[in-house]
């Protein structure tokens, strides 16, 4: 009895673990931004897209989530497990013969820049257009996804499963589950053999086969022995599920019965299980009827965050396929007594060219790089025990030992402690040092943080205030200012949270970090050159966002590795791709819609503003000074000098550099650089 008492208890504290995980990453889908992600199939924006909009309008006090009071309580309960390893995720996608209907769009689902289908993309790097059922949009979502991880995490597992076919390939050998891909990194050939199905030309019945007689529970089942025979050390696993179909086993109760057990069973043992579901042409997705207790979902939510369109797909895709990690768990210390734990969040993250690697070019294995220090005078190498460290000071080197440079850098244990509050008006946008963090309780540290949170988060809010705390993110670092800035949770018109409710953790420059500048004075404008610039600056409101452009540069890189890496090169460019073609850059606006909204404004401006020979193409250019003429050095006089006497005395070590070159070139030898190469020669001279 005591046994299963214990076994009951661990049962219950294992699926709060599991609900809090899947609350907490549900809220920082929006917070954390989503891996960068390149290539042409998922980074393209949509044909037609004008990304400017040049005369839009924008409104000035647009909502940004912060600076008002909060209309809700705010749910900020959650915890989150320890990391250390590699992200699984297996596509489990439904076969049967309704995913194979047409897959309308919604007017409201059009592309907005963030991932194109693949029949966007060139005839020749691509499958065939117009691909429109459900089962292609999800191998759609598949692919790009593959594209992705290939670019922003490389080393993460993804698998591809198909339950509803004819023909059977996993483990376990259960009936009509199709295991496309095994776990394993993203390669290109996975990337086109989900394009090959993509294609309209493929025949799936003829491949695969449909059949309708098929267990859900089995196919949970080969999932979860794919993610416990994987040899990889794995940290988090999920299960992307995508089906058209709200009633599956409608008439076979038992089967519906297993495929919910199964479900609970693998949130048990930490595998995730998100619901992609699609609604029928003029449906509604019924999450209550089956749904809702495999996925363990709010029937309200899920069935309003419906997917509807293929970017609406995506987005979902977009949030579940990657793991939200923080970047680190520290206190946030409100006064003595009274401390909370929190995690940080990385939002924004330069994407930057993968990094080459130096390889043998007999068998092309990657060659491994060792370092070693050596003495300069005696070229011995050294031990790790035998470097210090020095530090120039006045001329001199002042030298330190490991343990007191570590007693010198430690300020504070790490850690956030409250220095007070101040008006949001105070915290000017200028004043930027680095990149923030996105900051969230964390109920691992000290239970009922949140509580703690969520009330300091919404008086912030109601009072528009900043909480300015002194920073230290870990041991030997050096304490800086920051400013929490508050921040209230978002959602869309489909109940999908576009804003998590948190704090952004902004640092704050010290005095030393402020720069005086000095501006040139200039003279004042007059009233009528106001009114004109102020007319231009209206008409060229443009809707485009940062996080709407794409970085061309990078653009170009992940192209051509694309087509090197797929075999998709075209004539023209034979063996190689073609690194200087003008790829369409939408960072540059167009010159010509320019002229047509602001063109006579602009020409009216520069009228009133600059004189009439005034040239805008001619540059203007200073005269440079002359360069002082070099005096000559002085030759060195070394004739009164007894270097054989010095020699016998040992003084020869006090005579200058210059002093020893001059009598080396005198005896007709080569002088050296150094000091003590010089005092040598002068001994071997004499020797």
């Keep these: 009895l005591v046994f299963v008492c214990f076994l009951c208890v661990g049962a219950l504290r294992g699926l709060t673990v599991i609900h809090r995980q899947r609350r907490l990453k ?15 199939a998922s980074l393209s924006m949509g044909a037609g897209t004008d990304p400017w909009a040049w005369g839009s309008s924008v409104a000035d006090d647009e909502d940004t989530g912060y600076g008002a009071a909060a209309e809700a309580d705010i749910d900020l309960s959650g915890g989150e497990p320890d990391f250390g390893g590699k992200d699984c995720v297996i596509f489990l996608i439904d076969c049967s013969a309704g995913m194979f209907d047409e897959f309308e769009e919604d007017s409201e689902s059009v592309d907005d820049g963030g991932s194109v289908p693949m029949d966007d993309s060139d005839d020749d790097a691509g499958p065939a257009k117009k691909a429109h059922t459900y089962f292609q949009r999800c191998i759609e979502a598949a692919h790009n996804t593959l594209l992705n991880k290939i670019i922003s995490s490389d080393k993460d597992l993804v698998a591809v499963v198909f339950y509803a076919t004819e023909k059977t390939k996993n483990l376990a050998d259960f009936k009509h589950v199709y295991v496309l891909q095994e776990l394993d990194i993203p390669s290109g050939r996975r990337i086109l053999e989900l394009e090959q199905l993509a294609d309209d030309s493929y025949d799936f019945r003829d491949k695969f086969g449909i059949n309708e007689d ?43 019965r297993q495929a919910q057990t199964k479900a609970n069973d693998l949130r048990m043992i930490g595998v995730e299980i998100d619901l992609l579901h ?62 909370i734990g929190v995690k940080l969040y990385n939002t924004v993250s330069s994407t930057k060219k993968g990094a080459y690697t130096y390889q043998d070019s007999r068998d092309q294995k990657e060659v491994v790089t060792k370092t070693r220090h050596y003495c300069a005078e005696t070229l011995q190498p050294l031990m790790p025990t035998d470097i210090k460290s020095a530090v120039s000071f006045g001329g001199e080197k002042v030298i330190f030992e490991r343990d007191e440079i570590k007693s010198i850098k430690r300020f504070a244990d790490p850690g956030l402690l409250l220095m007070g509050f101040k008006p ?21 540290i000290v239970s009922g943080g949140s509580k703690v949170f969520s009330a300091m988060l919404s008086q912030m809010l109601a009072k528009g205030k900043v909480a300015i705390c002194r920073f230290i993110p870990r041991e030997f670092a050096e304490p800086r200012f920051v400013a929490l800035l508050p921040q209230r949770e978002l959602l869309d018109e489909d109940r999908q949270q576009i804003q998590a409710a948190g704090m952004h953790l902004i640092p704050l420059p010290f005095a030393e970090d ?37 970085n061309p540069s990078l ?18 460019t034979e063996d190689r791709p073609d690194t200087n073609r003008d790829d369409e850059d939408y960072t540059l606006p167009s010159m010509d819609e320019m002229i047509k909204v602001v063109g006579k404004h602009t020409k009216a401006f520069v009228d009133m503003s600059y004189p009439e020979d005034y040239d805008p193409d001619v540059a203007v250019t200073g005269k440079k000074k002359a360069a002082a003429p070099r005096k000559p050095k002085e030759a060195v006089d070394v004739s009164s000098i007894d270097f054989e006497a010095k020699c016998r005395d040992g003084t020869l070590k006090k005579l200058t550099v210059p002093v020893l070159k001059a009598f080396v070139k005198s005896v007709g030898l080569k002088p050296e650089t150094k000091k003590q190469a010089l005092l040598d020669q002068v001994e071997g001279h004499f020797a």
């Design 214 to 256: 098929y267990s859900l529970n089995d196919a949970l089942w080969a999932c979860s022995q794919m993610f416990a025979n994987t040899a990889h050390k794995v940290a988090d696993k999920r299960i992307l599920l995508f089906t058209n179909n709200d009633r599956p086993h409608a008439a076979e109760p038992d089967l519906q």
């Design 555 to 572: 653009q170009r890189f992940w192209k051509n590795l694309e087509e090197l890496a797929l075999d998709r090169l075209s004539d023209e």
């Design 278 to 339: 699609m609604a029928k042409t003029g449906q509604t997705f019924a999450m209550d009827a089956f749904w809702s207790e495999v996925v363990n979902a709010d029937t309200g939510a899920a069935e309003e965050g419906c997917a509807r369109g293929f970017e609406s797909l995506m987005q979902r895709v977009r949030a579940k396929a990657y793991t939200k990690r923080s970047l680190m768990t520290i206190p946030l210390k409100l006064c003595d007594g009274v401390e």
């Design 26 to 40: 549900t809220t920082m889908a929006s917070a954390s931004a989503t891996p960068s992600m390149a290539g042409s």
């Design 424 to 444: 949001l008006a105070r915290l000017k946008p200028h004043i930027h040092v680095k990149g923030s963090y996105f900051m969230f309780p964390d109920e691992s």
């Design 514 to 550: 402020m720069r005086k500048l000095k501006y040139p004075s200039c003279p004042d404008p007059t009233e009528e050159q106001v009114e004109k610039m102020e007319k231009i600056i209206k008409r060229l409101k443009t809707s485009a966002y940062p996080d709407t452009l794409q």
